[in-house]
């Protein structure tokens, strides 16, 4: 794997493991409720809801696994990150019932998700992304062949991830998108028709349908704990549909002091417009 040159990138700072917010969640948090945003082919909503209706954790690994091996990936990762006002990831949430160690937190702690173009590629795009680690390593050769990604295909190699796919996945009036990543052991990724890829595509929306519920209450919630009684307020105003104007009027303040907290409001929830905060106002003040 080794290449001719070896230098990093110039512009592009260290990883800082700090400013990474991992949380992990059990199967048994997970809500019965879907999400009727990711409702999708008949096959999809037949196997997310024998997902739903197993019982226990251990009989939905089991149709997990059996799903896996039909398709003839070895491994399923689900994680869903949040990205801050300048695009890095700054929080992520693990379903312990869909981890593999391709795409632990040490991968993102290590800083390898600046450098993956499969993870690139998942948060900017809803196409599947096929690769082997012969065309992630062109890859990397051809962006300079930094060395701070050098480790990261003998941890690939050493969990028995030599090919896969992979795909994001928005979700709606939010800053999260999920990431669903199958590996395999085969060493060259020719076998992934798009027979194969249509049947990952159903497994792993099926579990983004029965995570992503749940993923959302938890944002909501962490967002909801450091709002003030004065934000939450003008949040309750901003749900009913009240302008700056009347939300100004109600509350004996300025127009200027409401955009103040309005503007403040969108930097801690995370979110890029006047609507999206409307929605996630109606949401919190409803959860």
């Given at each position: 794997m080794c290449a001719s040159r070896d230098g990093d990138e110039p512009g592009l700072p260290e990883?800082?493991?700090?400013?990474?917010?991992?949380?992990?969640?059990?199967?048994s948090d997970q809500r019965a409720r879907s999400d009727r945003h990711d409702v999708g082919a008949d096959g999809q909503m037949h196997l997310a809801g024998d997902l739903?209706?197993?019982?226990?954790?251990?009989?939905?690994?089991?149709?997990?696994?059996?799903m896996l091996s039909l398709v003839g990936f070895s491994e399923l990762a689900y994680v869903t990150v949040r990205r801050d006002a300048h695009g890095e990831i700054d929080r992520l949430f693990f379903a312990n019932g869909y981890r593999s160690a391709h795409l632990e937190p040490g991968w993102f702690e290590a800083g390898f998700h600046r450098r993956d173009v499969r993870l690139k590629a998942a948060l900017t795009s809803n196409a599947p992304f096929v690769w082997d680690l012969h065309s992630i390593t062109d890859a990397w050769r051809h962006a300079g062949s930094p060395s701070s990604f050098r480790p990261a295909f003998d941890a690939l190699r050493d969990c028995g991830a030599c090919c896969g796919l992979m795909f994001g996945i928005q979700v709606p009036q939010t800053s999260l998108r999920a990431i669903v990543s199958f590996a395999s052991p085969t060493l060259h990724a020719d076998w992934i028709t798009d027979g194969v890829i249509a049947q990952a595509l159903v497994l792993g929306l099926s579990v983004h349908q029965r995570c992503s519920a749940?993923?959302?209450?938890?944002?909501?919630?962490?967002?909801?704990?450091?709002?003030?009684?004065?934000?939450?307020?003008?949040?309750?105003?901003?749900?009913?549909?009240?302008?700056d104007k009347e939300i100004a009027l109600r509350m004996q303040t300025t127009s200027h002091n409401v955009d103040y907290h309005l503007r403040r409001l969108r930097q801690k929830c995370n979110v890029s417009s006047r609507t999206q905060l409307a929605f996630l106002a109606g949401q919190l003040l409803t959860s």
């Open positions: 990883p800082d493991p700090a400013r990474l917010d991992v949380r992990h969640f059990d199967d739903a209706s197993a019982r226990g954790a251990d009989e939905r690994a089991r149709l997990v696994r059996g749940t993923v959302r209450a938890l944002d909501r919630g962490d967002a909801a704990k450091d709002l003030s009684d004065v934000q939450m307020r003008i949040l309750g105003f901003l749900a009913a549909g009240l302008s």
